[in-house]
């Protein structure tokens, strides 16, 4: 089975860089999704890591490394609104149109 | 315009009771879902279609029954509703089933379902 644990809660100061981490257990998968959800508000697709590495996105970057089964979310030149609740997300192979998502990390962002 | 809507926002009823949540995706996506979201915000897929056709059915009670009307609508019908059922549901859709945009799924507005 599969098994994404991630820190439950973040916090961090307006302008300053955060990171935050996607452990997993899994036998396999197509790649790494992170996706942000404000409160009361619904998840929204941030990015997708199909291979090792860096990809960055403005301010957001994600980084996978499957030989460590390890990934992350960088939050750079954090601003109030940034503070939501992030997932990581994995397909695994054996059921294609699956999402398996991780426990969430909730960020605050303080003036 | 909505990519994907969800009716209705907000449900409160009774135990015992029997409800349903609609859900319109008009992104000309083939492939639609239903997530619950618990109180601990975990987010757990329950169903997928994929153009009208039960694609995953992640042990769910069969007192949720799915209902795809066709690709763009995916309704869900809930009986003999029980306390454990609150959360909020989700609706998402996304194209190219199988295929790697799969991972980038849009999520409808939730529907906060209170059972009392």
């Known amino acids: 089975g599969q098994s994404l644990e991630q820190p439950s809660e973040v916090t961090a100061v307006e302008g300053a860089i955060v990171q935050i981490n996607c452990t997993y257990q899994?036998?396999?998968?197509?790649?790494l999704s992170w996706y942000q959800q404000h409160d009361g508000g619904a998840p929204t697709f941030l990015s997708y890591?199909?291979?090792?590495g860096l990809e960055e996105t403005g301010r957001f970057s994600s980084f996978l490394s499957r030989s460590d089964s390890y990934g992350y979310l960088l939050l750079q030149e954090l601003q109030m609104k940034d503070s939501a609740s992030y997932f990581c997300?994995?397909?695994?192979?054996?059921?294609?149109?699956?999402?398996?998502f991780g426990t969430g990390t909730r960020l605050q962002v303080f003036p | 315009d909505t990519a994907v809507s969800q009716t209705p926002k907000y449900l409160v009823t009774q135990m015992g009771n029997d409800k349903s949540i609609k859900c319109e995706q008009n992104?000309?996506?083939?492939?639609m879902y239903w997530y619950k979201q618990d109180s601990k915000k975990f987010l757990k897929i329950m169903f997928s279609?994929?153009?009208?056709?039960?694609?995953i059915n992640e042990t769910v009670p069969n007192r949720f029954s799915p209902k795809s009307p066709d690709k763009a609508h995916l309704n869900l019908h809930i009986n003999s509703l029980e306390l454990g059922d609150s959360a909020v549901y989700f609706c998402?859709?996304?194209?190219?089933?199988?295929?790697?945009?799969?991972?980038?799924?849009?999520f409808g507005p939730g529907t906060r379902l209170t059972v009392l």
């Open positions: 998402a859709s996304s194209q190219d089933p199988g295929g790697p945009l799969v991972d980038e799924q849009f």
């Open positions: 899994t036998s396999g998968f197509y790649g």
């Open positions: 890591n199909a291979l090792d």
């Open positions: 997300a994995v397909r695994p192979p054996y059921n294609t149109d699956k999402l398996i």
């Open positions: 992104l000309g996506h083939d492939t």
């Open positions: 279609y994929n153009n009208k056709e039960l694609i």
